[in-house]
């Protein structure tokens, strides 16, 4: 998992670049701008990616994530702008990125992967 390497390796300046994605994501959904919303969304979850350090892992998030990216589009029902759970989840997770906290990211990102697959199913 690149959160597990992420957690031990994170940067500064990597943390900043997180917190930077956060604050767009959330002006982005206040916009209702849902493409927009997506890339700043997917920039979060690279970003956490390339802390780890791991090229391999990486090319894997991005692979998922375009693919995941063009399902949101075309089922653009699926997003709720009347709430964004993920932004609290974001959050959470940066939280334990900036304490280091190994078993902490891991147990939240697997919890935001669960979530985010239950809300594909719901959809």
Known sequence: MAIRKAA??????QIC???EQIDAEHETF???NLESYLTVNDNFHIIIAESSGNNTLVGYI???LSRTFVQMIFFESFFDFNTNPS???HIIILDALKRHDEEE???LIREHLRLSMEGLKTR
């Open 105 to 107: 990211c891991i147990r």
């Open 17 to 19: 670049r997180l917190q």
């Open 62 to 64: 991005k692979n998922i």
């Open 87 to 89: 932004l609290e989840e």
């Open 30 to 32: 206040v916009k209702r």
């Open 8 to 13: 031990k390796q994170i940067t500064p300046l």
